[in-house]
């Protein structure tokens, strides 16, 4: 595998990236194993859009990932899994050993009528079994689409009856820190406007009482019992789906991401291997859920293909305290480690009591994902956490890319507070104005575009290509536009400002303001809303909810709204403050000026520009001292 060794080759291999391109991907493609050699590098064009990569390869992911090291290291750990609760013992698992577990696994879903192209949903605890379920997908050919177990039985619903699903696989419950969480009456419930599901598959893992319908639910241990650990994989077309992955957008529908089978499969074993520096010996542990695109790509694809040994935790950063993560860091001896700002600064207010019982001393290299990370809690990773000999790769990208797009490459690249410093190989970044046009040199802000196509990129939305086109393709002509604002500083490295479009980033994971507001809405006595993100001290962003209701129990109420957001769409969007308001500011053709309700939610009043334009100014006036008054 290629991978880069210094800041020369680096920049050498970044030249070639850019200058011959399919030369330059193919350079990486042969190194794994394929069924059949593709007929054509790269077919693109980013006006429908239509993006090919290796076409007319066939090959199977999962052989990729397994099977081509049974007999180099079959013996080697793949996961080192982590119980939530610390009186529960952890597993070991040998690639060997999750070989014959996937293979079994695909002769269970092959059995349950499972055929290839069809659609999979887990919705799962943090347990091997689901690295289990996701790769016996891909190797009978179904496509896997991963809901995170914290989204409500609507959000659930809403996503089986977007992909057309017709297999669940889910369990009893899940343990997250003190709480278990009742996963099957959740899927039940869901399922009750679903017509598609013809067949749920049941983990036990809580052994609470779970409802079981004759007829369509079955049991996993039950399904495994003398099922054969030989699979014959099936053989997939590089550009066939390999999965399907839902995002929150600007508008309230969720988007499904398509990911096709062998450009994602190079990029994310190339961008793991040369962000992290990964060598054959070292540990690695991406504390992401495996329901969003991280946990795809550095739990179990990108590490898997490069052979390496991971952890995954099924807990809690502050479960049973805040010392958790650095607990397990010494006891697995981990050398890589992958985590979200989000967690870094939610640990960094517990104090440093809870590090101090720990050495750290294997650490060789700290990553960040999911937002933009602020200076005040890098420094903080660096100095406790790194003792200021770990290299931080703060990484950029999105589930729409796949894979790392922009960071730094550890031990190589020179580091900068903040910055997620250069593109990896292969990466075209531009950065353009309001009117699309290029802006070049350093020491410039813009619109964060691609111009060219790179292996792991979406290729639509399921079941609605045009949407795709219009978010990501119609903006600028010609350029992939990922909705980030974006720093290039005098020396040419990075830095993503956020958000552009009505997206919040809680937490890392992007909620559209749009699918709050339809939310909230659903309740009968909220006349209108509108939503937008505010600094949080720990969440990076929080939610701001501005709402105009008929109630007069305004205290009850507004705890109304949080539980009827929670249900809709899950706890992870439950808005931090909610302001009852008599009116919203708007344009006089009746658009809701958010800029206003962004700085009202920061406090920045002084900055709200000019209003004299609103349909109503003195709106503004009202809500500024509603905010004084509860604040």
């Known amino acids: 595998m290629l991978k880069i060794n210094s800041l020369e080759q680096y920049q050498s291999d970044y030249k070639r990236s850019v200058e011959n391109p399919e030369l330059f991907w193919e350079s990486i493609a042969v190194s794994f194993e394929w069924k059949k050699k593709w007929d054509k590098v790269l077919d693109w064009n980013f006006d429908e859009p239509n993006v090919k990569w290796f076409d007319g390869g066939q090959l199977n992911i999962t052989e990729n990932c397994l099977d081509r090291h049974l007999d180099s290291i079959g013996d080697k750990v793949a996961f080192h899994w982590v119980p939530n609760d610390i009186s ?36 799962m605890p943090m347990v091997p079994e689901l690295v289990i379920a996701v790769l016996a997908c891909a190797r009978v050919g179904a496509i896997h689409s991963v809901v995170f177990a914290g989204f409500s039985a609507q959000s659930l619903s809403d996503r089986i009856n977007d992909c057309n699903c017709n297999l669940v696989i889910t369990a009893d419950g899940a343990f997250r820190g003190a709480k278990t969480i009742d996963l099957k009456s959740i899927v039940d419930e869901s399922l009750l406007t679903c017509s598609s599901v013809k067949r749920v598959i049941v983990l036990e893992r809580t052994k609470t009482e779970a409802s079981m319908l004759e007829g369509r639910d079955v049991w996993w241990h039950d399904e495994m019992l003398n099922t054969s650990p030989n699979h014959q994989a099936e053989t997939m077309n590089s550009e066939d789906t390999l ?36 060598q054959e010996d070292d540990i690695f542990w991406c504390t992401a859920d495996i329901g969003w695109i991280t946990g795809h790509s550095y739990i ?148 964060l575009c691609i111009k060219y196509p790179w292996p792991s990129m979406i290729r639509t939305n399921y079941g609605d290509h045009e949407r795709c086109r219009q978010v990501y393709f119609s903006t600028y002509k010609g350029k992939y536009f990922t909705g980030d604002g974006c720093k290039r500083d005098e020396d040419g490295y990075y830095r993503i400002t956020g958000r552009v479009d ?55 109420y507004i705890e109304e709204i949080r539980a009827q957001v929670t249900k809709v769409i899950g706890p992870i969007a439950k808005p931090d403050r909610i302001l009852l308001v008599d009116g919203l500011p708007k344009t006089r053709s009746g658009k809701i000026m958010r800029r206003i309700l962004r700085k009202i ?3 920045e009043f002084s900055k709200m520009g000019d209003t004299s334009t609103l349909l109503d100014p003195a709106v503004v006036e009202h809500i500024c001292d509603v905010y004084s008054q509860e604040k």
């Open 601 to 603: 939610a920061s406090g």
């Open 502 to 556: 009505d997206v919040i980033n809680v937490s890392g994971h992007r909620i559209g303001t749009a699918e709050l507001e339809d939310a909230i809405n659903t309740s009968d006595k909220v006349i209108e809303s509108a939503v937008v993100g505010f600094p949080h001290p720990i969440k990076g962003q929080g939610i701001f909810a501005f709402v105009i209701s008929s109630s007069s129990d305004n205290e009850n």
């Open 300 to 447: 179990i694809y990108g590490p898997l293909l490069a052979g390496a040994s991971s952890i995954m935790f099924e807990g809690v950063p502050t479960y049973p305290n805040a010392g958790r993560f650095w607990d397990i860091v010494d006891k697995y001896q981990v050398n890589l480690f992958y985590t979200a700002p989000t967690a870094i600064r939610a640990l960094q207010a517990k104090g440093l009591e809870y590090i101090k019982p720990y050495k750290l001393d294997t650490l060789k290299v700290l990553g960040t994902v999911g937002e933009p990370i602020n200076e005040e809690a890098w420094n903080w990773y660096n100095d406790e956490i790194g003792k200021g000999k770990c290299p931080i790769v703060d990484t950029w990208w999105q589930t729409e890319t796949g894979g790392i797009l922009i960071s730094p490459l550890a031990g190589i690249t020179p580091l900068k507070p903040t910055y997620a410093t250069l593109p990896l190989p292969g990466i075209q970044v531009c950065l353009v104005d309001s009117e699309g046009y290029e802006i070049l040199g350093n020491d410039v802000s813009g619109n």
């Open 88 to 123: 529960e013992k952890g597993r070991k698992i040998s690639y060997r050993e999750l070989h014959a577990e996937v293979c079994k696994f695909s002769n269970v879903l092959s059995r349950n009528g499972v055929k290839k192209g069809d659609r999979v949903c887990l919705y």
């Open 243 to 278: 999965f399907i992955l839902y995002t929150s957008g600007s508008t309230g529908k969720p988007k499904g991401v398509v990911h096709s089978t062998a450009g994602y499969m190079i990029y994310a074993e190339y961008s793991f291997r040369n962000v992290f520096q990964y």
